[in-house]
């Protein structure tokens, strides 16, 4: 990446690199303990994959897809009827969107509240004691620090040779905003994650078959809850 270097004139006590879970915690206690503290996170959001791609916005598609399925299958059992039951995908992921920028922006006002500096951007090791921060418009910020902490994060594995392309082969990420609802969708990982997702589209109409490599679902789960809740999915 190209661009101009230039350097940051104050030197921090604290530089976290990753803006996650680990990274953003670590960044606020920073402030709070006095440490003037500096953050980078490259995404240009905080939170970290539970935030932006992972725990929040899944659970969001997981309440919406509950409350469709219970108006479309079970509200009639109740003495409630309704009719024409219907989604609209595109508001659905934007009612997604919404909440996961509502806490993102919660975290940022945090920084502000406990002084904590935020950078967006690839944090890069140059030398010991200093970090580029490449940015997306070419620039590099060198940042100064007196103790470092890595909170890079995690990242989807892909099969050897079965690269993701986000549209047909997905990772949990972009099973979170498929364009359409499939007709036939297919999750190899019968773990949360995997879990998940499928029990959102399967209430959306899809047809969903889950493989897993063990003998069970939810591996790790107590097995006498893993096998109720296996059950559940079936039927």
Not at 71 to 79: I, L, S
Not at 93 to 105: A, D, R
Not at 117 to 142: A, H, I, Q, R
Not at 143 to 159: Q, V
């Amino acid at each position: 990446m190209m661009g101009n270097k230039y350097n940051f004139s104050a030197q921090y006590d604290l530089c976290v690199i990753g803006g996650g879970p680990g990274g953003y915690v670590a960044a606020i206690k920073g402030g709070q303990l006095g440490l003037k503290t500096v953050c980078i996170e490259k995404r240009g959001s905080l939170g970290g994959t539970c935030l932006n791609v992972g725990c929040i916005p899944s659970k969001a598609l997981l309440n919406i897809s509950h409350k469709y399925e219970e108006a479309n299958k079970h509200f009639k059992e109740m003495g409630i009827e309704v009719s024409n039951v219907s989604y609209d995908w595109d508001k659905v992921q934007e009612k997604k969107g919404k909440i996961v920028t509502s806490l993102t922006k919660g975290i940022e006002g945090l920084f502000k509240k406990n002084k904590v500096d935020y950078k967006v951007g690839w944090g890069v090791f140059e030398k010991k004691g200093e970090v580029n921060v490449l940015k997306e418009n070419g620039e590099v910020e060198t940042i100064s620090a007196k103790n470092f902490i890595i909170a890079t994060g995690s990242e989807p594995s892909p099969f050897p040779g079965l690269a993701f392309d986000e549209k047909v082969i997905v990772s949990s990420t972009g099973a979170l905003s498929l364009q359409k609802v499939p007709e036939r969708l297919v999750v190899i990982g019968g773990g949360v994650i995997g879990l998940e997702m499928g029990s959102v589209y399967a209430r959306l109409g899809s047809k969903v078959t889950v493989i897993e490599y063990q003998d069970g679902i939810t591996p790790g789960i107590d097995l006498e809850i893993a096998k109720t809740f296996q059950k559940i999915l079936t039927k």
